[in-house]
């Protein structure tokens, strides 16, 4: 089947340090890979995403790695703000399957000044 | 441009009723998705429709169901409410491309339904 697996929240962090927030995949095939972001009261909002393979997506200084030998996505930032604190979503969506997204479960950043 | 809109943003509903939730898309997007998201199963498909037809279905009872209409505004409908329906229900919507590698989902504020 297909499913995602993301790291235990909550990661608390100072502002300026290393992010990485974890995420593994299962999936028949090649996906298309995704990370969400939930701001509090708020839906979500696609923050970058790979759609092959070795790809890096990238935005807001966010970036993630489709690596298929490891199959992970990884999340990294080089240095937190306080207002990326948030809820990060990790997902996939099959070639062909149209927006049938499976997510993982989520991980709430919290940045302290 | 306006974005995804969801009518009610909030609800409370009791055990056997049915509710009726309302999404209204991004103009000129013809996909409209629903996801129930929950602390415990966190968020899950529930159904994707396209030009007023359903073309995805997630693993969800039957008595959820939806529609989309001409104009691509889609509703959802919960019969004989549980209490495990308690949740935030998303509605996202997309241009709906055929393969959709390169179509990007928009996503609403959610409709809150509390099931008493």
């Known amino acids: 089947g297909n499913s995602v697996t993301q790291m235990e929240g909550p990661v608390t962090l100072s502002e300026e340090a290393f992010l990485t927030i974890n995420c593994t995949y299962t999936a028949t095939g090649y996906p298309s890979l995704f990370w969400y972001v939930q701001y509090p009261g708020e839906g979500l909002q696609l923050l970058l995403k790979?759609?092959?393979?070795?790809d890096k997506g990238s935005n807001k200084g966010f970036e993630a790695t489709y690596r298929k030998e490891t199959t992970s996505f990884h999340l990294e930032k080089g240095s937190v703000q306080v207002s990326d604190s948030a809820v990060y979503f990790c997902a996939l969506r099959k070639l062909g399957n149209f927006n049938k997204f499976y997510f993982g479960s989520g991980t709430k950043l919290n940045v302290k000044p | 441009k306006a974005g995804v809109t969801q009518t009610p943003r909030y609800l409370i509903k009791t055990r056997g009723q049915q509710v009726t939730l309302s999404c209204s898309p991004i103009?000129?997007?013809?996909?409209v998705s629903w996801y129930q998201q929950t602390p415990g199963q966190g968020l899950q498909f529930l159904f994707e429709?396209?030009?007023?037809?359903?073309?995805n279905k997630g693993n969800f009872p039957g008595r959820f169901s939806g529609r989309q209409f001409s104009n691509s505004r889609s509703e959802m409908n919960v019969s004989t409410l549980e209490l495990g329906d308690s949740a935030l229900y998303l509605c996202?919507?997309?241009?709906?491309?055929?393969?959709?590698?390169?179509?990007?989902?928009?996503f609403g504020p959610g409709t809150r339904l509390t099931v008493l």
């Open positions: 429709y396209f030009s007023e037809t359903q073309r």
């Open positions: 790979a759609t092959k393979a070795d």
């Open positions: 103009s000129g997007h013809r996909s």
């Open positions: 996202a919507s997309s241009l709906g491309l055929a393969g959709g590698d390169t179509d990007t989902q928009y």
